[in-house]
């Protein structure tokens, strides 16, 4: 089976949801596609969680749908065996170990009792799962949602804030396992973090929302940018000339600099030398993914400052 036909596509069309007069999320249109990872990026409060849920049928949307593989998750002939989610870490029964807890999940779901003794060492808690789940660190539950959500095998998975609790040990396995999960297994993997530095190396594309709204959308690779050089000199538009005909483009940047697209500063600097053309400053510049996230977010958290009209908090006045 290829990556393609082993994970599945999840598409977000026109999502909208309003609690009172708030909009939690807005008009949201995206796809994510089999076998690879996707962040779900955005600061506290952009609507990662709400649109989650809407995706596995939690909350009801205001408008708009969610389809797995083309269907509704609600209408899914095998919901365990299709998504499996880690959206909180924090409902397992603190008196119960974890491994009971997932064995108690896999017997009312038919998946065998074996399944959970592997997922658990696959996540790296089969001792610390005998013990009672009250007494877990984030971390630890972490690790045990994560168990949990793959019980079934699912082909998509959908994780939200996995890094939170997690040391920088976890979170570097926690990239490794993902990447494993996506690239050696074909899953569609949908993550959702706060913060970019936690998935950029790991995800293949990244969705970028702010105030309940898209923002950008796109491969990592692409939205990093190519490397460009600045080139500053007091004749612009001879410049310019000159390194078109060395077949370089560039675009004004300013009064005085071009942007030459291109990563190879010697050719810029030979071009311009060729020209008899003087050159104040030479130098690359490469578009960064972690800067665009900022300048795309910037100022743009809904939890900071006073509550939104209609908002009682997170979790607080709805029933799905
Ligand atoms: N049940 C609800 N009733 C009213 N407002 C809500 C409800 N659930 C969420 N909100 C509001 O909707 C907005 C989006 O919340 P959501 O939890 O989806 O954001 P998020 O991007 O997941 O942020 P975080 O990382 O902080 O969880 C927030 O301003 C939140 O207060």
Redesign the pocket.
Known sequence: MSAQERGARVEFRGLA?R??G?T??DDLTFTVEPGRITGFL????????????MALGL?RPTSGTVTIDGQAYADLADPLGTVGAALEATNFHPGRSGRDHLRVLAATSGIPASRVDEMLELTGIPAFARRRAGAYSMGMRQRLALAAALLGDPRVLVL??PANGLDPEGIRWLRGFLSMLSREQGKTVLV?S?LLQEIAQTADDVVI?AN?RLVRQGSVADLDGDAHVVVRTSEPAALAAALEQAGLSAAPEGADALLVHTDDLRRVGEAAHAAGLPVWELSQRRADLEALFFSLTEGTN??LGS??P?????????VA
């Open positions: 949801k609690f009172g708030f939690a999320v955005g600061p506290n409060g952009a609507g990662k969680t709400t649109s989650l849920r909350v939200d804030e959702s706060h929302i309940g809904r939890n509550a939104p209609g908002s009682a908090g997170a979790g607080a006045g709805e």
